[in-house]
């Protein structure tokens, strides 16, 4: 019988040594936003594919495709034909530093107080890590792994993850799993682990209002004839409510979720800080939910631009149009289509003189996502957490859209799916002075260890 807290001591042990291993992968300093970095992500894909063979994983190979970066895929499948296959996911490469004001070398590991400093240092170079220093831990003191594990890193992860559905269709085996760990998500706090269940989609759309075939004089015309630039804006005012949010298209929130939101960590200290508001200004009201519940579960709407006319081009005329780019952040379990729709009814319906209003919907939007984190493997992930933690992660969900999970959760929908990471809310992923918290790390070392435990029972075959 394996003792499966001591392989987590044995774990915990190693974070400290780990953190070379961190330094080293970070110095290559591996931005796939730039094209000049090209050659060290593969130099580097080629070191971490060296190290996971000498982990004692087989097939490690790094992973191409023509017109993209690497990933590197590696397994371990010692535990045999009745033991759960599950697939690490994680990314090697990072967000570019140029022009942030980083107090120490971001591409160095440098250690103050209970933090890590460094591009790459929680997102996501730490997160999967944490899972190499858990297996390293099991074939060291147990000689194997309770379930057979792929590993599956990604190298442009940081530029949305253009080729990832290529890599699926090129390289399917390097995914066939019974489920999939991916590493990259944010904990509420330091002290409250993330299971990650959902994400908001993005859609933007451009409104445009157009009265007369030109511009007319404006003291002549003034009064009798509608001004687009006016009528848009009321428009505009029609689909958000007194708070300035959207009001159309809101979806309801399951009541059980909504108590469990208040343990996330986001009141009003923390938005007027992490928004940098200023003196006297207020976060918006509740009104009966959370800000959780509004930042992931609601659709919410941003001006982008306008065509009211700009400093430097007054003249005294009635513009012929006006126009505003919309973006839309979809909710979790809405489509595209349904707010598009929801929208569009809500501003061409009565327009005042009959304006013709006009809706155009932009290249590039990104649906949203909503799962449901529950069965045998989601039970697993809690008990790991529990062990490890001292507490069952938080469902949390996301306001913004990541691509590899929305792309994950088309292909892999059956699967289960633990979004879990070592990012929290000090982090600063893709700002400057990114760290790594070395609590949260080491627990989420720990909580790996017991995860593959726990999935190899809860998924036996
Ligand atoms: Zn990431």
């Known amino acids: 019988m394996v003792d499966v807290t001591r392989v987590a001591l044995v774990a915990e042990q190693a974070v400290e040594a780990s953190f070379a291993a961190l330094n080293r992968y970070i110095a290559f300093a591996p931005i796939s936003s730039d094209p000049e970095a090209a050659p060290r992500l593969l130099e580097l894909a080629e070191v971490i594919r060296t190290d996971l063979a000498k982990l004692g994983f087989s097939r490690a190979r790094v992973l191409e495709l023509s017109d993209a970066l690497p990933c590197v895929a590696a397994e371990w499948t010692g535990a045999g034909l009745g033991a759960p296959t599950v697939l690490v996911y994680g990314h090697f490469d990072v967000q570019p530093v140029k022009g942030e004001a980083w107090s120490t070398d971001p591409h160095a590991i440098v250690r103050k107080g ?58 399917p085996d390097a995914f066939d799993s019974d489920a999939m760990v991916l590493t990259d998500c944010e904990n509420p706090s330091v002290d409250i682990p993330g299971l990650t269940v959902s994400l908001r989609g993005l859609l933007e759309v451009e409104v445009s209002v157009t009265s007369a075939a030109s511009d007319v004089h404006s003291g002549l015309w003034g009064n009798v004839v509608p001004d687009p630039a006016t009528t848009l804006l009321a428009l505009l005012a029609r689909i958000v409510d007194e708070d300035g949010r959207l009001r159309v298209a809101r979806r309801a929130i399951d009541p059980e979720w909504l108590a469990s939101s208040r343990d996330v960590p986001l009141n009003d200290a923390v938005i007027r800080t992490g928004a940098r508001l200023l003196d006297g200004v207020a976060p918006l009201p509740e009104r009966g939910l959370t800000p959780a519940a509004w930042v992931w579960r609601q659709p919410a709407v941003t ?138 790390y080491t627990k989420t070392v720990k909580a790996n260890v017991h995860l593959y435990a726990e999935l190899a029972q809860a998924l036996a075959k």
């Not at 062990?387 to 699967?415: E, M, N, Q």
């Open 114 to 171: 209970d933090r890590l400093y460094g591009r790459g240092s929680a997102d996501d170079v730490g997160g999967w890590l944490s899972h190499l220093v858990a297996m390293e831990a099991w074939l060291k003191e147990t000689g194997g792994l309770p379930c057979n594990i792929k590993i599956l890193l990604e190298g442009e992860e940081e530029i949305g993850s253009p080729n990832l559905e290529r890599f699926m269709d090129a390289y």
């Open 303 to 440: 001006v982008l631009s306008t065509t009211f006319p700009a400093p430097g081009s007054e003249k005294n005329a009635i513009r012929r149009s006006a126009s505003a780019k919309l973006s839309l952040r979809i909710a979790p379990g809405q489509t595209s289509d349904e707010l598009f729709a929801a929208i569009e009814r809500e501003l061409r319906r009565d327009v005042p003189g009959g304006l013709t209003v006009s809706l155009e919907r932009m290249p590039g939007a990104a649906a949203s996502w909503d799962y449901t984190a529950a069965g045998p493997a989601f039970d697993a992930a809690d008990r790991a957490y529990e062990k490890a933690w001292g507490r069952a992660p938080l469902r949390v969900g996301l306001g913004g859209s990541i691509p590899f999970v929305a792309l994950f959760g088309k292909r892999f929908a059956r699967l289960p799916l633990v979004l879990n990471g070592v990012i929290d809310p000090e982090t600063g992923a893709h700002g400057p002075n990114e760290s790594m918290h070395v609590g949260v």
